[in-house]
């Protein structure tokens, strides 16, 4: 594994986690009717039993 690659794989991670992020605030900025609604947050959090911030990128998944 090179250097480029494994730079390349921790960019591509960090763009992930900072999508999760702006998607995460984007519905969290919706009324309360609405979450409710769409079933947040219960139904991200049953998924995977986790929550993802931006700093998770670095490693800790």
Do not use: C, H, N
């Not at 009324?31 to 700093?55: F, H, M, N, S």
């Amino acid at each position: 594994m090179s250097i480029l690659s494994s730079i390349g794989r921790i960019a591509t991670e960090f763009s992930e986690a900072r999508a999760r992020y702006q998607t995460e605030r984007a519905i969290r900025a919706l009324p309360i009717e609405l979450q409710k609604d769409i079933g947040w947050p219960d139904a991200a959090d049953a998924k995977t039993g986790t929550r993802y911030g931006v700093g998770s990128w670095a490693g800790a998944k």
